[in-house]
């Protein structure tokens, strides 16, 4: 028997299927013109000797001499940092602080140069960079940094006091551009920004001006997509216990997580203090406390710059002072705008307050509970409505986030003309699933039919073969599997020729 093919694209596209369900997969293309480096060791020694990444038989390329080596590159480079496993996950320790200088060689990683640099981990449970408190673990300058699948733990800015104070996990100023994706940040401590600072600019003049122009407009840029920054601080309340949004800086959060973030004194934004411009969108904001003093104020968020809110839930964070606002305060001229948001569940004090000259604006569909403090009157504004929301935890989607419980008044509560966009949830669930979007960060899954019994499928099917291929006696796959293959393979032509 002869069996011949001819090709066709519904074929390549049958077959492409069969190779998706076989588990093949084909990774995205590397950057033009980048060079690639594999860090092949976990201490910390920079280059020199025996440790570069020239890819030397004999020789270890490190994480502090590949971003050395990149940071001193004419051109792009990747870095692939290889991870563990869940149970036993890679660390990278930093641990070099021997030196009297704030130098490439010694306490935080220095991004800087002229030329991007990405770090590509495993992902954020098994790749590992671990600052082990002796100073915050990265600065970036100048250039950009794409940071993705790994944790940044650790930091800590106040111990080494040459490179400044803030940013206990990542400091990013002098026109730094941080695009992170699919990380964690955790257990870093700064006197400002415990887990990320953007630094203002130190003076008038302008900010990087090989930048293009519409850069040029902020002395540093944060980019986060599917990230948790948990579980930092502030050590002296100064400015944000998760991030710290200075004065001609930029924010951009994309279904992100702010939580457990606190700081130990005085300050402003337990999650975030924003003075320059942030925009947050399908993003959960909880659990986050600023410090015991009077002058404690905004626990989740903190705005007298400019910041823009869309589908973001804003639940059950604390500020201690007097009119603190425990959800979010607005201050001294600053802006917030509202969009399809819950604001819910204070600690203590109202969820908002806004004073000295600030202002909270409704685009409409957005949720209080309990009172009327945020002012949200617009269309399909609810004030003192319970969102009835989940625990913050795992469900489904690279972040955790609160669900809307039955029966809460979120689900199915924003206006048409606000929803869609965003067309998915934090999670990446399709939004809508019912005619109409969910407030807040979390989109409700409609409810799916269920399937007719089994008995009834097969009484309408009585002559299907059960197994093997309908040969009695032989094993084979089930009827269901069998169907799918011959549709597959239907478009093919085949020929058969009888021997004579």
């Known amino acids: 028997m002869l069996l011949s093919m001819t090709r066709s694209r519904f074929g390549v596209a049958a077959l492409s299927a069969t190779l998706a369900l076989a588990g093949l997969w084909i990774s995205g293309a590397t950057p033009a013109h980048a060079a690639n480096l594999e860090v092949t060791g976990t201490s910390d020694t920079p280059l020199g000797g025996t440790n570069d990444c020239a890819g030397t038989s004999g020789h270890t390329c490190t994480l502090r001499a590949a971003v050395q080596t990149a ?107 941080l695009n992170m994706s699919n990380s964690v940040l955790t257990g870093n401590t700064a006197d400002s920004g415990g887990a990320i600072s953007e630094e203002p600019p130190p003076n008038t003049a302008p900010i990087n001006s090989s930048r293009p122009a519409v850069a040029q407009l902020y002395s540093a840029e944060v980019h986060l997509t599917d990230v948790s920054v948990e579980g930092n601080t502030a050590a002296d309340g100064e400015y944000g216990g998760g991030i710290n949004v200075r004065n001609q800086t930029l924010l951009d959060l994309v279904r992100v997580t702010v939580s457990g973030n606190s700081m130990a004194a005085d300050g402003e934004g337990g999650g975030i203090d924003v003075d320059g411009t942030a925009t947050i969108l399908n993003s959960t904001i909880v659990n986050n406390s600023t410090g015991t003093g009077t002058d404690s104020t905004g626990g989740g968020l903190a705005v007298d710059g400019t910041a823009t809110l869309t589908n973001v839930t804003l639940n059950h964070n604390t500020a201690a002072g007097t009119d603190a606002g425990a959800n979010i305060e607005v201050y001294d001229g600053g802006t917030a705008t509202f969009k399809n948001s819950i604001a819910a569940n204070p600690v203590t004090d109202a969820n908002c307050v806004i004073d000295s000259g600030g202002t909270l604006t409704s685009q409409g569909s957005n949720l209080e509970f309990p009172g009327s403090s945020c002012g949200f009157t617009g269309t399909a504004d609810l004030q003192n409505t319970d969102p009835q929301l989940g625990p913050l935890q795992d469900n489904g989607g690279p972040t955790k986030t609160q669900a809307l419980l039955a029966g809460s008044h979120a689900i199915d509560a924003v206006a048409t003309a606000n929803c869609p966009p965003p067309a998915t949830d934090q999670r990446g669930i399709t939004r809508p699933q019912n005619g109409k979007c969910d407030i807040g960060s979390f989109e409700v899954l409609a409810a799916v039919a269920s399937p007719s019994p089994t008995a009834s499928i097969a009484a309408a099917t009585p002559s299907l073969p059960k197994a093997g291929l309908g040969v009695p006696g032989k094993a084979g796959p089930p009827w269901m599997v069998l169907t799918i293959l011959l549709l597959l393979a239907a478009p093919i032509p085949v020929l058969l020729r009888r021997r004579a």
């Open 71 to 177: 940071s001193a590159a004419s051109s792009p480079t990747v870095i692939h940092l290889p991870g563990g496993t869940t149970a036993t996950p890679k660390v990278y320790t930093l641990t070099t602080n021997d030196c009297n200088t704030n130098d490439d060689t010694c306490y935080d990683l220095n991004v800087h140069g002229t030329q991007a640099v990405t770090i590509n981990g495993d992902g954020s449970a098994t790749t590992i960079i671990d600052g082990d408190q002796i100073d915050r673990v990265i600065q970036l300058k100048q250039t950009t940094l794409n940071l993705n699948g790994v944790t940044i733990r650790n930091g800590d800015a106040t111990k080494n006091k040459v490179s400044g104070l803030d940013g206990g996990g990542i400091d990013v100023r002098d026109g730094g551009i």
